[in-house]
């Protein structure tokens, strides 16, 4: 899969630029981007991805920066199509377990277990997430931008 042409993404970081300063900060790149729920990015993976690229220590992004983030996105969300076996636009535990396997981390069922009970806490406390019934187990489900989170936190460490 080939990137978008460059006067493709030249409009679409100027739409992204919103106050026209010729840079990207943390706020305007979570509007644009979409973990495909509707629902914006992770404030953490935005703020973890501008560090990332952001090369001048401004806390935004300039167009060539935009650009490497672009790929970087690209290169993760093919990688996390290729786990996301039933389509659902998430991945559960087991499809995150056989990711990081492929990507040669032997990770224990414990720390498994402890990911998805964080994963669990941080939905529970978004103020818009649904609430399990009484008696209702909930289910995590890792979305794209948390599995973006995930990855870049176990390389880092």
């Not at 993404?9 to 106050?19: E, H, T």
Request: net charge negative; with cysteine.
């Amino acid at each position: 899969m080939s990137l978008p042409d460059r006067n493709y993404l030249m409009q679409l970081f100027r739409k992204v630029d919103r106050d026209g300063s010729g840079s990207i900060n943390a706020h305007e790149l979570q509007a644009a981007l979409s973990n495909g729920t509707w629902t914006p990015f992770n404030p953490e993976t935005v703020r973890m991805m501008i560090g990332m690229f952001d090369r001048d220590n401004s806390a935004t992004i300039d167009f060539e920066e935009f650009l490497s983030l672009w790929k970087y996105i690209d290169d993760w969300q093919r990688c996390f199509k290729s786990f996301d076996r039933d389509n659902s636009g998430s991945i559960d535990r087991n499809e995150l377990k056989l990711a990081l396997t492929a990507f040669g981390y032997r990770l224990s069922d414990q720390f498994f277990n402890t990911l998805m009970g964080y994963l669990q806490f941080k939905a529970n406390s978004a103020s818009n997430a649904p609430k399990p019934g009484v008696g209702q187990p909930f289910e995590s489900k890792i979305l794209f931008d948390d599995f973006i989170f995930i990855c870049i936190k176990i390389q880092v460490k």
